[in-house]
Every structure is written in structure tokens, then in C-alpha cells.
């Protein structure tokens, strides 16, 4: 009888640094006992610790580590796989082929992302459910036990929501989700079916709630800026809504994140957004000296001045959305403005940054030391989900006042800007249309304002909304042009790794696989 593939089991939380396929296969009870684990409501911060350190730990498959990195590198995949984010050339091929939508044969084997994320989250989700499985039996100081099974709650319900976007045709709620687990699991458990999308989101929605629950009643603060409090699973909860179109829930909560003791920034705080101590950063991961990641940091890829042989491919913005951006607004300099076409180059010639439309926002801190920090969620995400979900509610002076927080604090003319869009829900289907309503200036603020750190593909699936890439001016080096980049088209999804068909006989490679790419 065929089992679960993975070992869902707590040897996560210790041995996450890893690269080697025995993490999947490695019995737990040679390793750290659990039970000393939960048995002080202090030592359980050891177990959660532990699955922020994963969260930026890379070694997820059989190979390939360098473009599997954890959640920055997933982020960066589905940034890649959309319209605002550009790769010049190949350079050392990482990433290179997501962003020209040729990884689809890659659920075969375990070094693709396919495998890489799969195993990723739900490695989170297990290590989740061992800490859930302690509720009200951790002795010690109680608040602590609630901050601590709280943010288990809370990581549990982002993973289940990062599944059902990667893996599931997430727009449709009768279509199929991904297995659930909510109970701990060994070597050997057998492996649960896929579901519907509803059943993922139902199952995320309702640990949402309960991380609430704990974190609201816990007088612990926020430990460390990698930490969950409630303030970040509100953002959360706002982020989860938007994705299932549930715009009072998205507005309440992002209202709810952003009464922190966190604010909008001046821009000179965000020049470069890599330092989670600024006043505006709600969430975040913090990289020590002794913790350089190497190869497999998204920044030893897209820092352009950094002396890493992965930066030669560089990373660019979409030529028709740094054109839009007015000149007074400080958020250009993010970009190298385009040089005179006779001084372009071949991709790699011009020295670092100065590449034309090259980024220089999500950049080390200190390059000799390889080191910067991993930004997850900030106010002006939350702003921007309020104005959002107002304008879709057609409580537009609430959406003009929301995106005003970010556009005022980026462009000293922003409200003569703002006065030009009509008052309006309805948005372009057209990416590349001109900006009409107060919604085509809100989602645009979006795709400024949150360029990569946010993945814009996940954004184009909640809209409804596909791409083209081939336009008058383009400056994209892979067009696309033969495959379907059109709304809810199966290419936005990746294929479930062939390991979980092989591991888990509730699925069937010829019934449950996604449907083809093409």
C-alpha cells in the first residue's frame, strides 16, 4: 500500500540546513524529542524559531538549490512568471526558465520547483501541526504557550494559502485543492486526497481565525520581526480574503494590520528594501552575518553590483509600467533609467546597475558580507489592500484616503495625481491599457509600490486578469507569444510533483494531475 511521500515529522525544526534527499526519508525518532520540546512553554519558541529559519533555508528537492531558496525565491518565481518583472539573459539559468514558462516537465524529477515547494510547505504545515497537537497541554507561562501555538496556526494557514495559488486553478472554488492535514504525521501515514480549492480555503480561513484568537489573547509582543503577532496575522487575514474576493473581511483586517505601532515610511526608508528594523516593516526575515544564505538569497541573484556569477542575468522592470511612473514620484530610482539605444550592449556588458531599467531595489545590505534582510509584509501592502477592497465595495472616499498613504508619502503632487481617475470599481482587462478609474490607479500603485515582493502572477489570478508581453516598446527578452498567458489559463499553475503521485495512493497522476500547461 503506497504512503505519504514525505516525512511530515519535527526532524524539520532541527535539520532544515540540509541538501540531501535523506530529510524526506529519515526516521524522527533518532532526533530531537519532541517531548522536551513542549515541555516548557519557553522551549516551544524553539520550535517556531525553527520554522521561520526555514522559511529562508534552501536544500527542498534532489538539486537545484540555488533557485529554491525558500520563500524569497518562491516570491521571486511567481514575480518572474508575470508582466512587470523582466531577466535580461540566462545568466547561470536560475530562474531563467521560469521566466520563460519552460519548467512545466520538471514535476518528473525532485530538483524543480515543482518538488521544491511542495515539499516546502508542507514541511511548514507539519512542523505546524506537531506545535497545534501541544494546545493546552504546554506547561508554563500560558501567554507564551498561545504566542507561540498561535503563530503555528497562522504559518499553517499561510502555507495552505501559498498550495491552493501554486497548485490549484485557485480562482474556480469547485476545482480541485490540495490534501490537507491537520493532525501530526509519520513516516509511513497515509496520504490525504486533493479535495476542492473551497475545502483549502475553508481549512485556511479557520486557522487564520484561531492564530487570531490565540495572539489577541497573549500579552507577549512581538518577539523578533520574523514573528507572527496578531498585527501580522491580520495582514494576513486581509491578504487571504482578497485572494477568495471577500473585500469587507480584506478592508477590516488591513485596517486592523496598519493600527500598529508600524507606519507608512518616507521613501529614504525604503530606498532599498532590505531592512526589516524600519518603522514601516510588519514582517519580516532578518539575515545575520553568520547566516549569509550564499547562492540560494534572491539577492546574490538580483543585486546587479553584487560580485556573484548569478547576478549576470539581470533583473528588470517592464518597460511600459517605469514609463507611467510620473517623475516626482522618488520611487524611479528604483530602476536605471533606459540609456540611448547605441549604448545598450549585449546583456552582461554594461557594469552592474547600469543596465537599462535595472533594479536596485531589493539589494544587499552589505555586499562583501552577502547580507540583507528578507521584507514579507509592510504597511503600505496593507493601505493598499484597504483601498482595494473599498473601491471594490464602491467606497471610494475610503479608497482615495487609503492609496493617498502610499501616493502622498512617494509624489509631493499625488492628490492633483489622484483627482483624474473616476470614481470606479471596474478596471482594464488590458495590463498594458491606460489608466482610467480609481482602480486602475490602485492596482497600479500596487504594482509600483510592491514590485517583487509581492508576486504580481498571484495577483493577475485574484483579478482575473491575463498578460501579453508583446507590445509596442517591449523590453521583454522572452515574449511568450506561444503560450497561453490568458485569463485563468493552466500555465499560471505548476504540475504536482510526480514524488506525491508515487507516495500517496489517494492521488492518481491520470485523474489528479493539473490540466496541461498548453
Known amino acids: 500500500m503506497k504512503k505519504i511521500f514525505l516525512l511530515l515529522s519535527l526532524v524539520g ?23 522536551a520540546i513542549f515541555s516548557d512553554a519557553q522551549n516551544s519558541l524553539t520550535a517556531i524559531n525553527g520554522m521561520y529559519r526555514m522559511l529562508y533555508t534552501g536544500g527542498w528537492g534532489g538539486g537545484w538549490n540555488d533557485e529554491n531558496g525558500g520563500l524569497p525565491a518562491f516570491i521571486l518565481v511567481f514575480d518572474l512568471m508575470a508582466d512587470d518583472h523582466i531577466m535580461d539573459a540566462s545568466g547561470s539559468g536560475w530562474f531563467w526558465y521560469d521566466y520563460g514558462f519552460d519548467t512545466w516537465g520538471d514535476w518528473t524529477h525532485t530538483s524543480g520547483h515543482q518538488y521544491h515547494m511542495w515539499n516546502f510547505f508542507y514541511k511548514l504545515i507539519a512542523n505546524a501541526n506537531y506545535v497545534i497537537a501541544q494546545e493546552g497541554n504546554i506547561p508554563g507561562d500560558e501567554n507564551v504557550a498561545k504566542y507561540s501555538v498561535g503563530q503555528a496556526y497562522a504559518i499553517r494557514s499561510f502555507a495552505y494559502m501559498w498550495l491552493v495559488q501554486v497548485y490549484a486553478q485557485s480562482w474556480d472554488v469547485s476545482k480541485p485543492g490540495v490534501p490537507i492535514y491537520n493532525e501530526p504525521t509519520i513516516a509511513g501515514s497515509v496520504g490525504n486526497p486533493r479535495g476542492t480549492v473551497q475545502d483549502v480555503f475553508t481549512q485556511a480561513n479557520s486557522d487564520m481565525d484561531k492564530a487570531i484568537e490565540l495572539l489577541e489573547g497573549s500579552t507577549v509582543a512581538q ?10 496575522a491580520y495582514g494576513l487575514k486581509a491578504r487571504h480574503a482578497m485572494v477568495q474576493k471577500n473585500y469587507p473581511v480584506a478592508l477590516e483586517f488591513a485596517v486592523k494590520a496598519m493600527g500598529s505601532s508600524k507606519s507608512v515610511a518616507p521613501f529614504s526608508d525604503i530606498r532599498n528594501v532590505n531592512d526589516i528594523s524600519k518603522r514601516n516593516v510588519l514582517w519580516g526575515l532578518g539575515i545575520q552575518t553568520d547566516q549569509a544564505m550564499g547562492g540560494w538569497d534572491i539577492f546574490s541573484h538580483m543585486d546587479a553590483d553584487s560580485k556573484h556569477t548569478y547576478s549576470k542575468g539581470r533583473h528588470l522592470v517592464d518597460a511600459w509600467l517605469y514609463d507611467r511612473i510620473p517623475a516626482t514620484d522618488s520611487r524611479k530610482v528604483w530602476w536605471t533609467a533606459p540609456l540611448p539605444s547605441a549604448e545598450w550592449g549585449e546583456a552582461g556588458t554594461v557594469n552592474g546597475s547600469k543596465r537599462s531599467w535595472c533594479q536596485s531595489k531589493l539589494v544587499y545590505i552589505d555586499v562583501a558580507s552577502q547580507t540583507g534582510d528578507h521584507v514579507l509584509m509592510r504597511v503600505e501592502e496593507m493601505a493598499l489592500i484597504a483601498a482595494e477592497a473599498a473601491c471594490h465595495m464602491e467606497r471610494f472616499a475610503d479608497a482615495r484616503q487609503y492609496v493617498s498613504m502610499v501616493g502622498s508619502a512617494r509624489m509631493p503632487d499625488y492628490a492633483t495625481r489622484l483627482e483624474n481617475f473616476t470614481d470606479s470599481k471596474v478596471y ?23 514590485w517583487s515582493e509581492v508576486p504580481r502572477l498571484h495577483d493577475l489570478l485574484r483579478l482575473g486578469l491575463g498578460f501579453s508581453r508583446n507590445y509596442d516598446g517591449s523590453n521583454h527578452t522572452i515574449r511568450l507569444n506561444s503560450i497561453n498567458t490568458n485569463p485563468n489559463s493552466p500555465a499560471f499553475i505548476l504540475w504536482i510533483p510526480r514524488a506525491e503521485f508515487d507516495g500517496n495512493e489517494n492521488m492518481d497522476a491520470n485523474t489528479d494531475q493539473n490540466p496541461r500547461q498548453y
Open 13 to 35: 525544526l532541527f535539520f532544515v540546513s540540509s541538501c540531501s534527499e535523506d530529510k524526506l526519508n529519515t526516521d524522527p525518532t533518532n532526533r530531537v524529542s519532541g517531548t
Open 223 to 232: 518577539m523578533h520581526r520574523s514573528h507572527i503577532d496578531k498585527y501580522v
Open 428 to 450: 482594464n482587462t488590458n495590463t498594458k491599457a491606460n489608466l482610467v478609474t480609481l482602480m486602475d490607479e490602485i492596482l497600479f500603485q500596487r504594482r509600483v509600490e510592491l
